[in-house]
């Protein structure tokens, strides 16, 4: 990745730094709408399915759509944008997120709602692949570590900022339209973003020569898409053949996605990273850990509104606390990785674990009679252990790697972070839902299946590289 933007940056006169700032403004705006329209639905999803019907199922269709559709064309929307040219792609991505956030906001069914949340996802991958590349033709080299070091309090204050702007949205119940209002403010957002870009980015023709495996793309899209109707049609409707029959045509398609990254010219994933025991170690640590963590996260919101009775606005505050350690772990961890490696990564998990069992606790012995302030230590605590793994378990992965391979690592990083997201709401929702799904019981069993998770990540952490990439090199 270096070496790539060295060479864009040998090859581009910058433009100015007042205009490096507006871009790298932006680039950031977009990243904000992805991020923002990624967690929403965590808050809103009852009142949606309220509003709609489609009950549990629409519940846990809302959050994973978004994040499957991202997650299986993150890596297909880079390799497009490098083909066709990035201003291109960002602008194409960004006009079709922001008019599939119109057809969220006026969806009259939940299918359509789905639907609409499926095409906004899969625009969002259109644009976020091309921003780095952006950052990387427009900052010169030896400056443009001040932009990058923007991105993390950014998207920390939008991952704290954005469920609790939704629930007050859903709550203030604006021109009596409810919950659509949270998307409709994207037409405002990303048309003044649109407008932006279209002004500020830089012209690129892009390298037709780039190959785009469609073939693998669409492979991944119907595993995930079999895999996951599969577990919410078994969750909404009873597990009887059709789930059954879901779940065993994913595994078949994923069988043959893994024939085509051997056999294409072009696969997704360099073959030669999914041979190195510490990358494809940290793959599979992040699709746990991450689908363990994204089902906490909505368990935790279904179980503030409909175990303990709250408004979404009021869920939404209750859960500050864990996106305040998030943040505060992130700024905290940002110098550690250098000195720890992966042993941060292992205090990340173990603190994770501390704070779900200490939940699992106060659920367990005061069920919906537990207090808000109670919640505060618990969800603080599980915060820091996130803020501690997000980014240096994908820093350690990447420290066998070998530079040309960056590129491609991070780009499957990514990718799998936003399938171990859709995945990991719809399995633990699942559970939620299997076991009641109104009370204190099914919040303490998809508890007790998270920590189970992350107590079983620990003893693995010890088959990533020790150091992330600058360090084990040295």
Same mark, same amino acid.
């Given at each position: 990745?270096?070496?790539?933007?060295?060479?864009?940056?040998?090859?581009?006169?910058?433009?100015?730094?007042?205009?490096?700032?507006?871009?790298?403004?932006?680039?950031?705006?977009?990243?904000?709408?992805?991020?923002?329209?990624?967690?929403?639905?965590?808050?809103?999803?009852?009142?949606?399915?309220?509003?709609?019907?489609?009950?549990?199922?629409?519940?846990?269709?809302?959050?994973?759509?978004?994040?499957?559709?991202?997650?299986?064309?993150?890596?297909?929307?880079?390799?497009?944008?490098?083909?066709?040219?990035?201003?291109? @792609?960002? &602008?194409? $991505?960004? #006009?079709?997120?922001? =008019? +599939?956030? *119109?057809?969220?906001?006026?969806?009259?069914?939940? %299918? /359509?709602?789905?639907?609409?949340?499926?095409?906004?996802?899969?625009?969002?991958?259109?644009?976020?692949?091309?921003?780095?590349?952006?950052?990387?033709?427009?900052?010169?080299?030896?400056?443009?570590?001040?932009?990058?070091?923007?991105?993390?309090?950014?998207?920390?204050?939008?991952?704290?900022?954005?469920?609790?702007?939704?629930?007050?949205?859903?709550?203030?119940?604006?021109?009596?339209?409810?919950?659509?209002?949270?998307?409709?403010?994207? @037409?405002? &957002?990303? $048309?003044? #973003?649109?407008?932006? =870009? +279209?002004? *500020?980015?830089?012209?690129?023709?892009?390298?037709? %020569? /780039?190959?785009?495996?469609?073939?693998?793309?669409?492979?991944?899209?119907?595993?995930?898409?079999?895999?996951?109707?599969?577990?919410?049609?078994?969750?909404?409707?009873?597990?009887?053949?059709?789930?059954?029959?879901?779940?065993?045509?994913?595994?078949?398609?994923?069988?043959?996605?893994?024939?085509?990254?051997?056999?294409?010219?072009?696969?997704?994933?360099?073959?030669?990273?999914?041979?190195?025991?510490?990358?494809?170690?940290?793959?599979? @640590?992040?699709?746990?850990?991450? #689908?363990?963590?994204?089902?906490?996260?909505?368990?935790?919101?279904?179980?503030?509104?409909? %175990?303990?009775?709250?408004?979404?606005?009021?869920?939404?505050?209750?859960?500050?606390?864990?996106?305040?350690?998030?943040?505060?772990?992130?700024?905290?961890?940002?110098?550690?990785?250098?000195?720890?490696?992966?042993?941060?990564?292992?205090?990340?998990?173990?603190?994770?674990?501390?704070?779900?069992?200490?939940?699992?606790?106060?659920?367990?012995?005061?069920?919906?009679?537990?207090?808000?302030?109670?919640?505060?230590?618990?969800?603080?605590?599980?915060?820091?252990?996130?803020?501690?793994?997000?980014?240096?378990?994908?820093?350690?992965?990447?420290?066998?790697?070998?530079?040309?391979?960056?590129?491609?690592?991070?780009?499957?990083?990514?990718?799998?972070?936003?399938?171990?997201?859709?995945?990991?709401?719809?399995?633990?929702?699942?559970?939620?839902?299997?076991?009641?799904?109104?009370?204190?019981?099914?919040?303490?069993?998809?508890?007790?299946?998270?920590?189970?998770?992350?107590?079983?990540?620990?003893?693995?952490?010890?088959?990533?590289?020790?150091?992330?990439?600058?360090?084990?090199?040295?």
């Amino acid at each position: 990745m270096t070496q790539i933007l060295h060479d864009a940056n040998e090859k581009t006169e910058h433009p100015s730094a007042r205009a490096r700032w507006a871009i790298l403004g932006v680039v950031l705006a977009a990243d904000v709408l992805d991020l923002l329209d990624g967690t929403i639905t965590n808050i809103a999803a009852p009142t949606i399915a309220h509003d709609l019907g489609g009950g549990t199922a629409l519940i846990q269709w809302l959050g994973a759509s978004y994040a499957l559709a991202l997650g299986v064309l993150l890596v297909l929307g880079g390799r497009l944008g490098d083909r066709y040219g990035r201003r291109r @792609l960002f &602008l194409t $991505g960004l #006009a079709g997120f922001t =008019a +599939a956030s *119109l057809a969220c906001g006026l969806a009259p069914t939940p %299918g /359509t709602l789905v639907a609409a949340r499926l095409v906004q996802g899969a625009f969002g991958a259109l644009v976020i692949p091309q921003g780095f590349g952006i950052l990387g033709a427009t900052w010169p080299r030896d400056q443009i570590g001040k932009a990058y070091s923007l991105f993390g309090p950014v998207m920390g204050l939008s991952a704290v900022g954005g469920p609790v702007l939704a629930g007050f949205i859903v709550d203030a119940d604006l021109a009596g339209l409810g919950w659509r209002p949270m998307f409709l403010i994207n @037409l405002a &957002l990303g $048309g003044a #973003a649109l407008l932006a =870009a +279209a002004r *500020l980015l830089p012209h690129d023709t892009g390298d037709r %020569g /780039t190959t785009v495996d469609i073939p693998g793309s669409a492979l991944l899209g119907a595993t995930m898409l079999a895999l996951l109707s599969g577990l919410i049609e078994g969750s909404a409707h009873g597990w009887n053949t059709v789930p059954a029959l879901l779940l065993l045509a994913g595994l078949a398609l994923f069988a043959a996605f893994c024939h085509r990254q051997r056999t294409a010219p072009s696969p997704l994933i360099r073959p030669s990273l999914l041979h190195n025991r510490g990358f494809t170690s940290g793959l599979l @640590l992040g699709i746990v850990f991450f #689908a363990a963590v994204a089902g906490l996260l909505y368990v935790v919101s279904l179980f503030l509104q409909q %175990g303990l009775g709250r408004s979404p606005a009021s869920a939404a505050l209750a859960l500050t606390p864990l996106s305040a350690g998030i943040v505060i772990a992130s700024i905290a961890c940002y110098r550690l990785i250098a000195r720890l490696g992966r042993r941060l990564v292992l205090i990340g998990f173990l603190v994770t674990l501390a704070g779900t069992v200490h939940l699992l606790a106060l659920v367990t012995v005061s069920g919906t009679d537990t207090g808000g302030w109670a919640l505060v230590p618990p969800l603080l605590v599980i915060g820091l252990g996130m803020g501690a793994c997000f980014g240096s378990l994908y820093d350690v992965t990447i420290g066998d790697i070998a530079p040309e391979e960056a590129g491609s690592a991070g780009g499957s990083l990514g990718a799998v972070q936003q399938l171990a997201n859709a995945v990991g709401s719809a399995a633990v929702t699942t559970v939620y839902f299997h076991t009641g799904g109104d009370g204190a019981h099914p919040a303490g069993v998809s508890l007790t299946v998270v920590a189970a998770v992350t107590l079983l990540c620990c003893p693995l952490v010890r088959l990533l590289p020790p150091k992330a990439p600058d360090q084990h090199h040295q």
